[in-house]
């Protein structure tokens, strides 16, 4: 059974930066699209970014430049560097591994990010 548990989230000033971390457990990591979604309070789930196997990158425009995501395929990881954070990126920040072959996918517990004063 795959899963997914994220880490790397905390408290930070506006401007600062931030490192997630995913770790991927139970199957072959190259047969899936790794994605970051966020949640603040009061809004729905978005899309982040996306990497797939072979490493192409998506980003949604609010964090284009600012965000990079990346994968390591020998070490079953996918990471998020975040720079220049903002305070409207605070949210509850999830991984999601999601199989080419079938769509099904899985999600992590979630991890807090604030960036506030």
């Known amino acids: 059974q795959v899963q997914v548990a994220e880490s790397g989230g905390g408290l930070v000033q506006p401007g600062g930066s931030l490192r997630l971390s995913c770790a991927f457990y139970?199957?072959?990591?190259?047969?899936?699209?790794m994605k970051w979604y966020r949640q603040a309070p009061g809004k729905q789930r978005e899309l982040v970014a996306t990497v797939s196997s072979g490493g192409s990158t998506n980003y949604e425009d609010s964090v284009k430049g600012r965000f990079t995501i990346s994968r390591d395929n020998l070490g079953n990881a996918v990471y998020l560097q975040m720079n220049s954070l903002k305070p409207e990126d605070t949210a509850v920040y999830y991984c999601?591994?999601?199989?080419?072959?079938?769509?099904?996918?899985?999600w992590g517990q979630g991890t807090q990010v604030t960036v506030s004063t």
């Open positions: 139970g199957s072959e990591f190259s047969w899936y699209i």
């Open positions: 999601n591994a999601v199989s080419m072959a079938t769509g099904n996918g899985a």
